[in-house]
């Protein structure tokens, strides 16, 4: 009895051993591509992606990365409802509308470009 008491004992200290060295070796090269490659948009795009606009897709132009819409009211945009021009950042993102499709969307003024960060179809 005694001895399979000690035998996990020491078992569950080398399991904990483990993960506590695995989650240590994982964080440092995870942390440092994440740095490295994006710009971090994360602290000013979380505000803006909680207001989705409302639009209906006139035109998309998947090889140049762009896409017009006729769009509500755009408050953190300040714009009020039109039909213009958006650049998009991700090209994928238009795979997933066509014109005619109603769609809601996140746009940010990009350098004085409005481009549309995320864009949804509406069912
Ligand atoms: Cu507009």
Known sequence: MKAVKYVLVTGAI??????SLGAHA???PHSGAHHGSSPSPAA???PAAAEM???EVRKVDKENKKITLKHGAIKNL????MTMVFNVVDA?????VQAGDKVRFTASNEAGKFTLVDLQPVK
């Open 14 to 19: 080398a399991v904990t051993g483990a993960l």
């Open 26 to 28: 994982q964080s440092q």
């Open 44 to 46: 000013s795009a979380a």
């Open 53 to 55: 606009t409302e639009g």
């Open 78 to 81: 300040d714009m009020p409802p």
């Open 92 to 96: 994928s993102l238009l795979d997933k």
